[in-house]
Nanobody, 129 residues
Framework: EVQLVQSGGGLVEAGGSLRLSCAASGFIFDDYAIAWFRQAPGKEREGVSCMSNSDGRAYYVESVKGRFTMSSDNAKNTAHLQMNSLKPEDTAVYYC??????????????????????WGQGTQVTVSS
């Protein structure tokens, strides 16, 4: 059974940091891309970043570039999203998702929801001003 189990998140003041984790099971981690999406209240879910678990190449949307960093611990089948210099506009429910690399092909571009098969349960990130 494929599972993505998220942890981390919470409440932080503007300028603070949080780290999200996404523990995967049920598929070959190295053959997949992991993406992070977020959905703010009243808004559609949007892509934030994605990374190849094979070679670590990553993409970030402009609004988080330089502040958010993806990483993975392939030995533990876990991906992370380090979020620094958080802003109130980063407040959202964050989701990790996985898709096979042979479908994504190019990870250094915006991730689209329809490309991703497996999803985590979501975790709330709230940034106070």
């Amino acid at each position: 059974e494929v599972q993505l189990v998220q942890s981390g998140g919470g409440l932080v003041e503007a300028g603070g940091s949080l780290r999200l984790s996404c523990a995967a099971s049920g598929f070959i981690f190295d053959d997949y891309a992991i993406a992070w999406f977020r959905q703010a209240p009243g808004k559609e879910r949007e892509g934030v970043s994605c990374m190849s678990n094979s070679d670590g190449r990553a993409y970030y949307v402009e609004s988080v570039k330089g502040r958010f960093t993806m990483s993975s611990d392939n030995a533990k089948n876990t991906a992370h999203l380090q979020m620094n210099s958080l802003k109130p506009e980063d407040t959202a429910v964050y989701y990790c998702a996985a898709a096979p690399l042979d479908r994504i092909v190019v990870v250094t571009r915006y991730p689209y929801e329809y490309e991703y098969d497996y999803w985590g349960q979501g975790t709330q990130v709230t940034v106070s001003s």
